[in-house]
């Protein structure tokens, strides 16, 4: 997060080596959310650090535990990164198509806000991490019965990449929202 190219993560990568958390092989916590399977990278209270690709030094202290959904894929090649709020029972999942940091008009990746009661609180709570507020994109509600079924399919990443893409092509929110539309399941 704050593009960065070294972090520091206490705990629970305290006592790992700075290979290992470059890596992101130390152990972690892991919880279930509404049947997800969720890696803590950062627990509530913890502290994220590290030095930006202008080489300024950051650090956040972390609001709400942060980690990755185990079996999914995001558009870096990586699972995909998510935010725990405090209500377990939340219906809906927020996905932020976060900016480039430094190339604000490009999408960056995506960053799942679950366990928040609203849009407002979800957008609050990623803001809550980030020094600058250029790193937050549009955001995507999803039902959550919904959002596990298209983050855990291969066959629906795609979709969801593209309406991200969409908004940075000029188009801005409406772009993307005509470009994958969420069903009113709940």
Not at 125 to 130: E, I, K, P
Not at 149 to 169: H, N, Q
Request: glycine share 12%.
């Amino acid at each position: 997060m704050n593009s960065f190219l070294f972090f520091k993560a206490t705990p629970p990568g305290e006592g790992a080596s700075p290979g290992q958390l470059e890596a992101g092989n130390y152990k972690k916590q892991h919880r279930r959310f509404q049947g997800l399977d969720i890696s803590i990278e950062n627990p509530k209270g913890s502290v994220r650090s590290g030095v930006d690709r202008d080489g300024h030094a950051w650090r956040t202290k972390m609001t709400h535990a942060y980690g990755y959904i185990r079996g999914s894929l995001g558009v870096d090649g990586d699972h995909v990164d998510c935010y725990l709020g405090p209500e377990a029972e939340a219906p809906i999942a927020y996905i932020v198509h976060q900016r480039k940091a430094g190339k604000w008009d490009r999408y960056d990746e995506d960053k799942v806000m679950l366990g928040f009661g609203s849009e407002e609180e979800a957008k609050r709570a990623y803001l809550d991490h980030y020094d600058d507020p250029r790193f937050l994109g549009p955001i995507t509600a999803m039902p959550m019965d919904e959002f596990k079924e298209k983050v855990l399919s291969t066959r629906e990443r795609p979709r969801m990449i593209k309406a991200a893409v969409g908004f940075f092509r000029g188009k801005g929110r409406e772009a993307g929202e005509r470009t994958y539309k969420v069903s009113s399941r709940s």
